[in-house]
């Protein structure tokens, strides 16, 4: 197995895990408060981000995830085969774009992302977030020549370990 489809295919497998939760709510209406979330780890992203799956399923697209990410955490370079949307519940974070100006945003606050745009997310201030994808959920990390790279390796060059296993 080639290097890259590690990458795509570990994270894809945690993904899948979480999805298991969400497609058993999928012929209801549901809903929940952020408090009420129960979150874990999610490889390859960085230990100091925890998640779940609010709606959908990762694998199959049209997916919400919800994210509660610590103050200082930053998530390395990396990009997405689908389009992200990011809004920002509470707290404050940086998104930077290569090639492109840097975005702070407060509560309430919203990116779009397209697809395989080289961005990485660093949380100011306890960050709590909702990613809306519409295909298939991946997670490319990059070094700066924009070459993909391990999660271990992306995220010891921001100074966070990567999750392993969820948790």
Partial sequence: MNIKAKFVLFPMMSILLMAAYASAQMDMAHGGNVADRKLTTIPPLPTCARGNVVSGDPSQGNT????????????????????ERVMIASGVARIDVK???????HSGG??????????????????????????????????????????????????????????
């Fill in 99 to 105: 090639d492109h100006k840097s975005m702070t945003l």
């Fill in 110 to 167: 919203f990116a779009m992302l397209p697809s395989k745009h080289i961005h990485q997310f660093h949380c100011n201030s306890s960050c709590q977030i909702f990613v809306y994808s519409d295909l298939p959920f991946d997670l490319h990390y990059v070094n700066a020549k924009g070459d993909e790279i391990t999660p271990a390796d992306a995220n010891k060059a921001v100074k966070q370990k990567a999750a392993t296993e969820m948790k």
């Fill in 64 to 83: 919400i995830i919800f994210a509660s990410i610590a103050t200082g955490c930053t998530i390395p370079w990396h990009w997405h085969t689908p389009t």
